[in-house]
Nanobody, 125 residues
Framework: VQPAQSGGGSVQAGGSLQLSCEVS????????MAWFRQTPGKGREAVAA??????RYTESAKGRFYISRDKIRNGLYLQMNSLKPEDTATYYC?????????????????????WGQGTQVTVSS
């Protein structure tokens, strides 16, 4: 399993970007997938996750980011709107979660087995 990412890039504050991730086998067989981001010197932070058909977002992403998946195209997507300079990071898609799904918190990175190659998102003020 190798998630392959695309999208990202540079945008001014207030702009939008979409990230894409293609996963084999079909994502319909993967109940949990997520998007993480990482900045230099910090660990990976989950920004959006989907558990079966339930979506979850970190507080800073709520109302601005939207996670979705296409079970026909084996895709996972992250639509990012109203971007802010603090959203600047390398973004990763993640698949194959192990363990108990947290009741309220975002899923931790160490429970995901497969990761995309990462894509840079830069938001200028």
């Amino acid at each position: 399993v190798q998630p392959a990412q695309s999208g990202g890039g540079s945008v001014q504050a207030g702009g939008s970007l979409q990230l894409s991730c293609e996963v084999s086998p079909p994502t319909a067989g993967i109940p949990v997938m997520a998007w993480f981001r990482q900045t230099p010197g910090k660990g990976r932070e989950a920004v959006a996750a989907v558990y079966i058909d339930s979506e979850r977002y970190t507080e800073s992403a709520k109302g601005r980011f939207y996670i979705s998946r296409d079970k026909i195209r084996n895709g996972l997507y992250l639509q990012m709107n109203s971007l802010k300079p603090e959203d600047t990071a390398t973004y990763y898609c993640a698949a194959y979660y192990s363990g108990t799904w947290p009741e309220e918190d975002m899923p931790p990175s160490y429970r995901f087995r497969y990761w995309g190659q990462g894509t840079q998102v830069t938001v200028s003020s």
